[in-house]
C-alpha cells in the first residue's frame, strides 16, 4: 500500500471517528467517512490495533496482514472515502491459523456491511 493511501495525521483518524460511520464483525471494526476535498480521490486506510491485540510483534504482523489483505480489495473499494480498520483483541490467532484470504474476507464483510 503506497504512502498517499495511508491516513497518518491524528486529526484524519478524529475525523473519521467522530463524523463518520461504523461497521464491525467479530474481529473488525471499519470506520468510514466521506471526503469532502476529493470526492473522487483514492480511498485512504488508516490502521489501530490497540495493545490488547498482543505484543508489539503481533500488533506489527497484524497491521501488515491487515495492509497486505486492504491492498488485494482495492481496486473494489469506493473512492473519496477515508477508512480506519480497527483490529479487536483476538485476531491475530485467527489471521495467522487461517492465513490472508481468511483475512480479506473479513475485510470484504464489513465493507459489504458499509456499503448498504
Same mark, same amino acid.
Given at each position: ?12 483518524? /478524529?475525523? !473519521? ?12 471494526? $471499519?470506520?468510514?467517512?466521506?471526503? =469532502? /476535498? /476529493? %470526492? ?6 488508516? $490502521? #489501530? !490495533?490497540?495493545? #490488547?491485540?498482543?505484543?508489539? !510483534? &503481533?500488533?506489527?504482523? !497484524? ?12 481496486? &473494489? @473499494? ?7 480498520? *480497527?483490529?479487536?483483541?483476538? $485476531?491475530?490467532? %485467527? *489471521? =495467522? @491459523?487461517?492465513?490472508? /484470504?481468511?483475512?480479506? *474476507?473479513?475485510?470484504?464483510? @464489513? ?6
Amino acid at each position: 500500500m503506497q504512502r498517499r493511501n495511508r491516513l497518518s495525521r491524528s486529526k484524519d483518524f /478524529d475525523t !473519521v471517528y467522530r463524523r463518520g460511520r461504523s461497521a464491525s464483525s467479530r474481529y473488525l471494526v $471499519l470506520h468510514w467517512f466521506p471526503r =469532502d /476535498d /476529493d %470526492p473522487e480521490g483514492e480511498p485512504r486506510l488508516g $490502521l #489501530a !490495533v490497540p495493545r #490488547a491485540v498482543g505484543s508489539a !510483534v &503481533t500488533r506489527n504482523r !497484524v497491521k501488515r496482514l491487515l495492509r497486505e489483505a486492504w491492498s488485494e480489495l482495492l481496486p &473494489t @473499494v469506493p473512492a473519496g472515502q477515508d477508512y480506519v480498520l *480497527a483490529a479487536r483483541p483476538g $485476531l491475530a490467532e %485467527p *489471521a =495467522d @491459523v487461517r492465513g490472508g /484470504d481468511w483475512l480479506v *474476507a473479513e475485510i470484504t464483510g @464489513v465493507l459489504e456491511q458499509a456499503r448498504s
